[in-house]
Nanobody, 114 residues
């Protein structure tokens, strides 16, 4: 079974930045379209950003221009660089395939607060 391990979250002030990482244990990683999701308390999990095997990216409107998704296939890792963070970005962030094919990891908590 594939294991996903997210890291890099924390407490940051509004306007600050964080870089999240997600390492996958799956041997074949490079062919999968990957994505970051987030879930705030009392809300459904939502798609934040996606990246194809070839590196093409797309973003939810609420993070466009502020977040950047990238991947390192050799390290089987996907990243989310977050800038200009807002309190409404507070959530647990998860990675998975775009189609949510793998078991969810524990996520990483991002809290944006002054």
């Amino acid at each position: 079974q594939v294991q996903l391990v997210e890291s890099g979250g924390g407490l940051v002030q509004p306007g600050g930045s964080l870089r999240l990482s997600c390492a996958a244990s799956r041997t074949v990683f490079s062919s999968w379209k990957m994505a970051w999701f987030r879930q705030a308390p009392g809300k459904q999990r939502e798609l934040v950003a996606q990246i194809t095997s070839g590196g093409s990216t797309d973003y939810a409107d609420f993070v466009k221009g502020r977040f950047t998704i990238s991947r390192d296939n050799a390290k089987k890792t996907v990243y989310l660089q977050m800038s200009s963070l807002k309190p409404e970005d507070t959530a647990v962030y998860y990675c998975n395939t775009y189609s949510r094919s793998w078991a969810w990891g524990q996520g990483t908590q991002v809290t944006v607060s002054s």
